[in-house]
T-cell receptor
Framework: AQKVTQAQTEISVVEKEDVTLDCVYE???????LFWYKQPPSGELVFLIR??????QNEISGRYSWNFQKSTSSFNFTITASQVVDSAVYFC?????????????FGSGTQLTVLP | GAVVSQHPSWVICKSGTSVKIECRSL??????MFWYRQFPKQSLMLMAT?????????EQGVEKDKFLINHASLTLSTLTVTSAHPEDSSFYIC???????????FGPGTRLTVL
């Protein structure tokens, strides 16, 4: 069975601080995909990144960066110089690598509040 | 990128009535669609998976007679909440995958309030 754990329920930071959102996953599959989504107050899920299990290179996109470590089954997300607009719920998700349509297992989400 | 729409974006109905929510893939053929439910301050919970032209597969604990899913075409799936009650009030999100896309693309969600 697959499982995604986001231990941080809520995080509050002051604007311009860096913040890291933790994600730990469990799977028996050797091929799998990891995702991060942002859900602002409007409710619509915004796709941020997808990473497959064979690519452990860290990725940076603007103020966002992701640290994938298979040894610890973690896929952490860091926002550098946070802004008020970053305030949202962030979900980490996991899917297996088989089949034509992969089911997603979501973590419980982390509510990030960035204060001005 | 792939675009998925949902209609309506919000709906308020009286207890006992039925509500239909549409999910459309606008620029690709969705062989598989997923329906999720999200209660306030909670994560997305998968309700069912539907493949075009066949019956939906429901997750454990989801009443298939209450949440009717129809995936009659490659661009449209509908979720009908029958005899809705206040406890069915939730945020319903669909996603779609298919064609060259194996991953899911999410609709904007439908907020259902049952009075």
């Amino acid at each position: 069975a697959q499982k995604v754990t986001q231990a941080q329920t809520e995080i509050s930071v002051v604007e311009k601080e860096d913040v890291t959102l933790d994600c730990v996953y469990e799977t028996r599959d050797t091929t799998y995909y990891l995702f991060w989504y942002k859900q602002p107050p409007s409710g619509e899920l915004v796709f941020l990144i997808r990473r497959n299990s064979f690519d452990e290179q860290n990725e940076i996109s603007g103020r966002y960066s992701w640290n994938f470590q298979k040894s610890t089954s973690s896929f952490n997300f860091t926002i550098t110089a946070s802004q008020v607009v970053d305030s949202a719920v962030y979900f980490c998700a996991l899917s297996d690598g088989t089949g034509s349509a992969r089911q997603l297992t979501f973590g419980s989400g982390t509510q990030l509040t960035v204060l001005p | 990128g792939a675009v998925v729409s949902q209609h309506p974006s919000w709906v308020i109905c009286k207890s006992g009535t039925s509500v239909k929510i549409e999910c459309r893939s606008l620029d690709f053929q969705a062989t598989t669609m997923f329906w999720y439910r999200q209660f306030p301050k909670q994560s997305l919970m998968l309700m069912a998976t539907s493949n075009e032209g066949s019956k939906a597969t429901y997750e454990q604990g989801v009443e298939k007679d209450k949440f009717l899913i129809n995936h009659a075409s490659l661009t449209l799936s509908t979720l009908t909440v029958t005899s809705a009650h206040p406890e069915d009030s939730s945020f319903y999100i669909c996603s779609a995958s298919g064609g060259t896309y194996n991953e899911q693309f999410f609709g904007p969600g439908t907020r259902l309030t049952v009075l």
